[in-house]
């Protein structure tokens, strides 16, 4: 063990993406489809000899910047294994070109759920879990990540919250930077974090197979829901066969994605009272709350002007189509509701997709598998804009709550604000090259805040008519990849890559 430890952070990654592809491998052949089960179990092969290989090349390799090494090898992960995971893809799917497999991957890996593989019919049941496994994946990684190597750096969100500077969380020469000591922080909140993380996919897949769905799409739809990738083998929720109990139970496990503290505080005794003074869920859940109820009133407001009659039944079905889809944009995980269309037509509401692109730019909670601005971010340029206001009534006053509180509305807003703005700027850089190669403004836009939020659903749901990725030019999915690799990683984290302080010895 000692010795993976002090392997690089991208070795060991190669050889856990070569273990997964034993998983695949082996639904396959439990199915009888021998060619698939080859490829999977032929690549699984191939690449952990390739594991090997780096790792025998590079077990002499000491960093002089373990901080550093390990945020590069996190940007190296999102370049070098889509590519290693789109192998044996291609190879099973055999009727699609590398790009497309690529693109699936980077998707899935990213947690972005984007597919180009619009016919799920297309797709063998063995490839859409290898889909499905690698978002769960992504998504663990994702969550291992942001507390084990972005935390220290104050990156990733922490850096609203905290008194030192972006990227400089913990100084280079710090006992925790030590390449052993770094290893084993990543391994250890992995020990920690997995039986959390697979325990409650688990439990989610029991209540969709309870609720009616098979095994597979149940199994696929309970990690698409944990890693907020969005991922489905049936075209969504609906597909499976599933009602209203299957929707409860997603949107019940979709909380998680709010906030840390809904992971991380699991058997904790002080968890109610952590929960209750948890910034993050409270803005969450007063989003998930309050937008659905102005849908629901806007109808009633309307037919009570114009005498028309209202059925409570559609009413209740329209809002709880409204809180199921909010709350699933919010995320980023991008299931949509069965009565989601009932709530459309309920509250009149013609352009969804400006509604569900906004709440995936706000994003779910810091150090969580959601994406977009995040929540925290959020609340420090709400309490800083409070705060304003307050000023301009009582000018002399003095702001409370604590230091804490002191700085989230100071130094994080003004951080939370550069990252907003660093967003837009992504938004509308990824939106114009897109234009540049062929794309309308609507569909650039979708795609553009899709990518960058890792809510890929929104190019179904976005606009009346779902964007058909697998038509788009290649440039366009180059752009797209791009877009969710920058999405996942954040653009404060490429920034403190570019730093030339951060590369000096």
């Known amino acids: 063990m000692r010795a993976i430890l002090d392997l690089p952070l991208l ?40 594991a090997a290989l780096l790792g025998l090349a590079t077990q002499a390799t000491a960093p ?106 913990a100084l280079p020469g710090a006992p925790g930077f030590r390449r052993g ?44 829901t944990l890693s907020t990738s969005g991922i489905s083998p049936v075209g969504g929720l609906g597909g499976a066969g599933t009602g209203l109990p299957a929707e409860i139970a997603v949107a019940a496990f979709m909380v998680f994605a709010l906030s840390r503290n809904t992971w991380m505080g699991l058997g904790r005794r002080d968890q109610p009272g952590r929960l209750a003074a ?35 039944a559609l009413g209740l079905r329209a809002l709880w189509g409204s809180v199921f889809t909010v709350l699933s944009f919010l995320t980023t995980t991008g299931f949509v509701s069965a009565d989601w269309a009932e709530a459309r037509s309920w509250s009149g509401l013609t352009t969804p997709g400006l509604l569900l692109m906004g709440l995936a730019i706000f994003g779910g909670g810091v150090a969580t598998t959601a994406g977009g601005v995040k929540l925290l971010r959020i609340w420090a340029l709400y309490t ?18 604590g230091p804490e509180a002191r700085r989230l509305r100071r130094s994080g807003a003004e951080i939370a604000w550069v990252f907003f703005m660093l967003f837009a700027i992504s938004i509308s850089i ?9 794309l309308d403004f609507d569909k650039a836009l979708v795609l553009a805040v899709a990518g960058l939020s890792t809510a890929g659903p929104l190019a179904v749901v976005g606009l009346e008519a779902p964007v058909m990725l697998i038509a788009l030019p290649e440039g366009a999915k180059m752009i ?26």
Do not use: K
Request: one cysteine or more; proline letters at 4%; aromatic letters at 8%.
């Open 11 to 50: 070795v060991v990654l190669i050889g856990i993406g070569g273990l997964a592809m034993v998983v695949p491998g082996a639904h396959a052949a439990a199915l009888g489809d021998w060619r698939i089960a080859r490829t999977f179990l032929q690549a699984a092969a191939l690449t952990l000899v390739l």
């Open 64 to 169: 002089r910047r373990v901080a550093r090494s390990q945020l590069v090898s996190l940007a190296g992960a999102y370049l070098v294994l889509p590519v290693l995971l789109a192998v044996p893809f291609h190879e099973a799917v055999r009727t699609t070109t590398f790009l497309n497999a690529w693109f699936e991957m980077v998707s899935c890996l990213t947690t972005t759920g984007m597919t180009v593989f619009d016919d799920y019919a297309r797709l063998s049941s063995t490839l859409h879990l290898w889909r499905g496994l690698v978002g769960w994946l992504g998504g663990f990684f994702v969550w291992v990540m942001a507390v084990a190597v972005l935390a220290p750096m104050n990156l990733g969100g922490f850096e609203v919250g905290s008194a030192d500077p972006v990227g400089q969380g």
């Open 181 to 224: 000591e770094a290893g084993g922080r990543i391994v250890a909140t992995a020990a920690a974090f997995l039986p959390v993380y697979a325990g409650l996919t688990a439990a989610l897949w029991l209540c969709l197979v309870f609720a009616g769905s098979t095994p597979t799409p149940a199994l696929i739809h309970a990690m698409a």
């Open 278 to 312: 948890d910034r993050e869920l409270r803005l969450g859940l007063a989003i998930v709350v309050a937008l659905p109820l102005l849908l629901f009133l806007r109808h009633w407001l309307g037919a009570a002007e114009v005498g028309e009659e209202t059925s409570l």
């Open 384 to 401: 800083h804009a409070a705060r304003e206001m307050e000023r301009l009534v009582h000018p002399s006053s003095v702001g409370g709550a």
């Open 430 to 438: 990824v939106t114009g090259a897109l234009g540049l190669v062929g």
């Open 480 to 505: 797209l990849m791009a877009a969710m690799v920058l999405g996942r990683l954040e653009t404060l984290a490429l920034i403190a890559l570019l730093n030339p302080d951060f590369w000096r010895s």
